[in-house]
């Protein structure tokens, strides 16, 4: 069972194309990122580690993670921010290996394809059989934020900043696709890499 491992930084499309490729090679997604609303949602212990370690500032009346108010804590703040990823990250590993593993012992041969933003920061790429890094400039990045997320310019670029290197995460990958144009241009990519892993891996 192929498994596939998608990341980039914030605004670069990776869900964009997760989904286009995932189509094309009728693989089942696992989205790090939906994986972590659910569980800031669904786990009450992990919403207690979260105000223990951020304060009461990140929570909302109804006992809710704000997470804006979260994103610019964390971003403000980098022991925070390691803080966060502590409580968070190992969990989500542990949902993603166990269905690698479920699969694996069912003997599924489909595609496995996982979208993590912090791939390459959490030694994620270890479990993949390839990795894909969506990339774009910088300033095509901030302008994506800024017109699709309810952030600041000063908390969008704390954010960029905060993630690793788009540079060493290209050196890194097995395949890079570059999404600074538009709809078509992404398409084009992921058919053209879809065909190539379908003739490689099956």
């Known amino acids: 069972m192929p498994v596939l491992g998608i990341t980039g930084g914030i605004a670069s499309g990776k869900t964009a194309f997760t989904a286009k490729i995932a189509a094309l090679l009728s693989g089942e997604i696992f989205n790090a990122d939906r994986a972590v609303r659910s569980l800031l949602e669904s786990d009450a212990?992990?919403?207690d580690r979260i105000r223990a370690e951020m304060g009461e500032e990140v929570m909302s009346r109804d006992d809710v993670v704000d997470r804006v108010k979260l994103r610019e804590v964390i971003f403000g703040d980098e022991q925070k921010?390691?803080?966060?990823e502590a409580v968070l990250h190992?969990?989500?590993r542990s949902l993603w290996l166990t269905r690698v593993a479920e699969r694996?012992?069912?003997?599924?041969c489909g595609w496995m394809v996982?979208?993590?933003p912090l791939l390459y920061e959490t030694?994620?790429?270890l479990h993949m059989d390839i990795v894909v890094v969506i990339a774009c400039s910088s300033e095509t990045q901030l302008h994506r934020i800024l017109h699709t997320r309810n952030l600041s310019e000063s908390t969008a670029l704390k954010i960029m900043t905060a993630q690793f290197d788009q540079g060493a995460k290209i050196q890194k990958a097995d395949h890079v696709i570059?999404?600074?144009g538009g709809f078509d241009?992404?398409?084009?990519?992921?058919?053209l890499l879809a065909g190539f892993l379908k003739n490689a891996h099956g």
């Open 123 to 125: 030694h994620a790429e």
């Open 45 to 47: 212990g992990i919403r």
């Open 185 to 191: 241009h992404l398409t084009a990519q992921v058919e």
């Open 81 to 84: 921010r390691r803080k966060l």
């Open 178 to 180: 570059w999404n600074d």
């Open 90 to 92: 190992p969990p989500i």
């Open 104 to 108: 694996k012992a069912a003997g599924d």
């Open 114 to 116: 996982i979208e993590i």
